[in-house]
Nanobody, 121 residues
């Protein structure tokens, strides 16, 4: 089983910054994609940013120019640098990975348990 463990959430004032980290561990044979989704109260979960092997990072429009996703393949870790945070960025942020546990497996989706980000003065 692949486990994803997030860290770095918290309370920050508008205009501030936070850096989220997510490390994959367990039976990790290969990871194709890693990224972040978020879910605000009474809203659907949405993709925030994702990075894939050999591809360019993708961001939802509302965070372009403010958030940066990066990945350390050697450590199976993905980061989300969040700058110029706004109250509307308040949500639970979930780490996501598309990975295989064994060489013959199909790609499967894995989720972290989430970390709260609150942007408020």
């Amino acid at each position: 089983q692949v486990q994803l463990v997030e860290s770095g959430g918290g309370l920050v004032q508008p205009g501030g910054s936070l850096r989220l980290s997510c490390a994959a561990s367990g039976s990790v044979f290969s990871i194709y994609a890693m990224g972040w989704h978020r879910q605000a109260p009474d809203k659907q979960r949405e993709l925030v940013a994702i990075t894939t092997d050999g591809g360019s990072p993708h961001y939802t429009d509302s965070v372009k120019g403010r958030f940066t996703i990066s990945r350390d393949n050697a450590k199976n870790t993905v980061f989300l640098q969040m700058n110029s945070l706004k109250p509307e960025d308040t949500a639970v942020y979930y780490c996501y990975a598309q990975a295989k546990e064994r060489v013959g497996d199909r790609w499967s989706a894995y989720w972290g348990q989430g970390t709260q980000v609150t942007v408020s003065s």
